[in-house]
């Protein structure tokens, strides 16, 4: 059974260039999160996708959107990419629509460097 | 305010002591709480959660007391292992329908051979 699954591990991309990253959840669930993770801090939410819509949002920029697929797969976008975007972004899956009572299932993420 | 704050960032202990993790969270209508553990290189992985109208649960090895009188939680680690060295996060999850988890900054728990 497998995990959630994130592609590609690694990325290294230019300041102003555009980045999609991507996301398999595990396997029975249909909501999937992003998370922003900086180094030495929390994960910080970015999003939630469940039947293909946003439902919840965090504090981020418009630069950063993302879609679900009807078979549960996401992706995270971001536009203008800026130095201070070098993070690993981590995504995270559950199951249902009021998973809000469930933890998360994370991915081991994509560490994004843009220089 | 939506945060969830740890009192220590860094926590080193002998192997075969008990760990004691502590967190402070800010949302008073917060009802379900989570503690993940993340090692080097992966992202987090759940370990223990509980909801608001309880106030002690325990797993295997684990247990997480809430106190929502000072809106305070901890994780207690029993015969701390080398394995468990890793950073540990305690989070909230936010509305219904539509959630976010809101992440602690991380301690980073050290276990001395």
Same mark, same amino acid.
């Given at each position: /059974?497998?995990?959630?699954t994130?592609?590609?591990?690694?990325?290294i991309k230019?300041?102003?260039?555009q980045? $999609?990253?991507?996301? #398999?959840?595990? !396997?029975?669930?249909?909501t999937?999160?992003w998370?922003?993770q =900086?180094?030495?801090?929390?994960?910080?939410?970015?999003?939630?996708?469940?039947?293909?819509?946003?439902r919840?949002?965090?504090?981020?920029? /418009?630069?950063?959107?993302?879609?679900?697929y009807?078979?549960?797969s !996401?992706?995270?976008?971001?536009? =203008?990419?800026?130095?201070? /975007?070098? =993070?690993?972004?981590?995504?995270? !899956?559950?199951q249902?629509?009021? #998973?809000?009572?469930?933890?998360?299932?994370f991915?081991?993420? $994509?560490?994004?460097?843009? $220089? | 305010? +939506?945060?969830?704050?740890?009192?220590?960032? %860094?926590?080193?202990?002998? +192997?075969g002591?008990?760990?004691?993790?502590?967190?402070?969270?800010?949302?008073?209508?917060?009802?379900?709480? @989570?503690?993940y553990?993340? +090692?080097s290189?992966?992202?987090? *992985?759940?370990?223990?959660?509980i909801?608001?109208n309880?106030?002690?649960?325990?797993g295997?090895?684990? %247990?997480?007391l809430?106190?929502? %009188?000072?809106?305070?939680?901890?994780? *207690? @680690?029993?015969? &701390? *292992?080398?394995?468990?060295?890793?950073?540990?996060?305690?989070? +909230?999850?936010?509305? %219904?329908?539509?959630?976010? &988890?809101?992440?602690?900054?991380? &301690?980073?728990?050290?276990?001395?051979?």
């Amino acid at each position: /059974d497998a995990g959630v699954t994130q592609s590609p591990t690694h990325l290294i991309k230019t300041r102003g260039q555009q980045v $999609t990253l991507r996301c #398999s959840p595990k !396997s029975g669930h249909d909501t999937v999160s992003w998370y922003q993770q =900086a180094l030495g801090q929390g994960p910080q939410f970015i999003f939630q996708y469940y039947e293909e819509e946003e439902r919840q949002r965090g504090n981020f920029p /418009d630069r950063f959107s993302g879609h679900q697929y009807p078979n549960y797969s !996401s992706e995270l976008n971001v536009n =203008a990419l800026l130095l201070g /975007d070098s =993070a690993l972004y981590l995504c995270a !899956s559950s199951q249902g629509q009021n #998973s809000y009572n469930s933890p998360l299932h994370f991915g081991n993420g $994509t560490r994004l460097t843009v $220089t | 305010g +939506e945060s969830v704050g740890l009192h220590l960032p %860094t926590l080193s202990v002998q +192997e075969g002591d008990n760990s004691i993790i502590n967190c402070a969270y800010s949302n008073s209508a917060s009802d379900y709480f @989570i503690w993940y553990k993340q +090692e080097s290189g992966k992202g987090p *992985q759940f370990i223990i959660d509980i909801r608001s109208n309880m106030d002690k649960r325990q797993g295997q090895r684990v %247990t997480v007391l809430l106190n929502k %009188t000072v809106k305070h939680l901890s994780l *207690q @680690i029993a015969a &701390t *292992q080398p394995g468990d060295s890793a950073v540990y996060f305690c989070a +909230e999850n936010i509305g %219904t329908g539509g959630f976010k &988890t809101i992440f602690g900054a991380g &301690t980073r728990l050290f276990v001395k051979a």
